[in-house]
């Protein structure tokens, strides 16, 4: 750098090596530093807001294709299990999502099927239908019985020495309700046109189907190997209807009216 005193060639430094001046500071280098920093604290808040907005926006898209996927698998394992409804025991883990829906779609319709009989026979009876009696109660039923059955099953095949997961179970079991609940759609659209016996008939096997048919398609999908294979069945069926037997009486209810809705 040169000297401001003596212009003479000296080493970067406080004073000059020649003449001992006070050499000046070079303020562009500071200048331009300060100004460097002050860009990126000015940028920085500008910079936020946009790129959050971008990782939001990524993870509604991601969360979208989600929804986008699983409504896909399960279109395409409603269509299939419709079609061929033995396909259900080649059901693995990856038909689990689809199969809790096909169990909360029936709970739905159960309850919301009693909710709207009750609603329009009960002015004339029993006064307006109630939602959280008529409609939440059925609907928590039949949630708790589709959610214990697979249960009472899997112990059932443990016992029977199968190899077997809960998760499969469960996926079998609500693609084994496919039919099922087929046939209560059916039975519904016979009611509203009227036909009361074959309405009762057709709601009877699509309800008890799934409490004792069901538990034992799946046990017969695999050898039993320790207990004899009636005995399993037999007692398997016993305890189903049983779970079923009990949610059906108010027990349920009275337990559910301690709380408020």
Not at 124 to 138: M, R, V
């Amino acid at each position: 750098m040169i000297c401001q005193n003596c212009k003479q060639e000296t080493e970067e430094g406080k004073f000059c090596t020649n003449c001992g001046a006070e050499l000046a500071v070079d303020q562009s280098a500071a200048t331009v530093e300060a100004s460097t920093e002050s860009t990126v604290e000015t940028e920085t808040p500008e910079t936020t807001a946009p790129v959050q907005a971008e990782q939001a926006g990524q993870e509604t898209n991601e969360y979208a294709e989600k929804l986008k996927g699983i409504s896909a698998d399960f279109g395409q394992f409603f269509i299939t299990l419709i079609k061929k409804p033995t396909e259900a025991r080649n059901a693995d883990q990856n038909a689990l999502v689809s199969s809790i829906i096909v169990m909360a779609i029936f709970s739905i319709l159960v309850a919301l099927e009693r909710y709207i009989t009750i609603s329009n026979y009960s002015s004339d009876y029993f006064g307006s239908a109630s939602f959280t009696d008529d409609f939440l109660i059925p609907l928590l039923k039949y949630i708790i019985l589709f959610a214990l059955i697979p249960v009472i099953t899997f112990a059932a095949s443990k016992l029977s020495a199968q190899e077997v997961s809960l998760p499969v179970i469960i996926a079998k079991y609500g693609s084994y309700l496919v039919p099922f609940l087929l046939l209560y759609v059916i039975g519904v659209i016979f009611s509203l046109i009227k036909l009361g016996f074959p309405f009762t008939v057709v709601s009877t096997i699509s309800i008890l189907g799934p409490v004792l048919i069901i538990p034992i398609l799946i046990i017969l999908e695999k050898p039993v190997k320790v207990f004899d294979r009636i005995y399993v069945l037999i007692a398997l069926s016993i305890v189903s209807y049983i779970i079923y037997g009990y949610l059906s009486t108010s027990g349920l209810g009275s337990f559910l009216d301690n709380f408020d809705f």
